[in-house]
């Protein structure tokens, strides 16, 4: 069975000139074609690199999960329309070290920019994809967990019956 939440939030993305939107994944099962990515990890205060990921929902919760007490969720946040990052959902709510800005957001904790094929499963960058995301990710970043926690949005729903 598969469970998943979309919360859209609209706003101006410099990597495309289009707007960003944010996928939130809670999975009990989910598809993967390549069993290993070639991926780009960011950590905080370091610089790009890459590294392999094997491609299963548990292997890439543990994979987000650096720093945290427990394996976390994943988010993935799309960067264009064959790229996105792979983080911890929970970073700023437990914690986790603040990475990098994007989009008037901080992201925190490991993050890791995936390539993305048509049918929106992970895959491995290409060269190119690599060369652009590590330039773009490029230098570390201070920030304080103040500012990160400012960035945290939280929100309400009310659901209402239609009569």
Same mark, same amino acid.
């Given at each position: 069975m ?11 993305? $410099?990597i495309?000139?289009a707007?960003?939107?944010r ?15 070639e991926? #780009?990890?960011?950590?905080? @205060?370091?610089? $790009?690199?890459?590294?392999? #990921?094997?491609n299963?929902?548990?292997? #890439?919760q543990?994979? /987000?999960?650096? !720093?945290?007490?427990? /394996? @976390? ?9 064959d ?11 437990? @914690?986790?070290? $603040?990475?990098?800005?994007?989009w008037?957001? /901080?992201?925190? !904790?490991v993050?890791?920019v995936? !390539?993305?094929?048509?049918? !929106?499963?992970?895959?491995? #960058? ?6 652009y ?6 230098? $570390? ?13 939280? @929100?309400?729903y009310i ?5």
């Amino acid at each position: 069975m598969l469970f998943a939440s979309m919360n859209i939030y609209y706003k101006y993305n $410099p990597i495309v000139a289009a707007s960003d939107y944010r996928i939130n994944i809670f999975m009990e099962d989910l598809q993967m074609k390549q069993k290993i990515i070639e991926v #780009l990890k960011v950590e905080p @205060g370091r610089e $790009p690199r890459l590294v392999h #990921l094997t491609n299963d929902l548990s292997a #890439l919760q543990t994979a /987000v999960s650096v !720093g945290a007490d427990y /394996v @976390g969720l994943i988010e993935i946040i799309p960067l264009n329309d064959d790229m996105c990052i792979l983080c911890n959902e929970e970073g700023k709510l437990i @914690g986790l070290e $603040p990475n990098r800005r994007l989009w008037g957001d /901080v992201l925190c !904790g490991v993050f890791y920019v995936t !390539g993305q094929d048509n049918e !929106g499963n992970l895959c491995s #960058l290409t060269a190119k994809q690599m060369e652009y995301a590590k330039a773009f990710f490029a230098a $570390p970043e201070k920030i304080s967990q103040e500012e990160a926690e400012a960035t945290l949005i939280t @929100g309400f729903y009310i659901m209402q019956e239609e009569l």
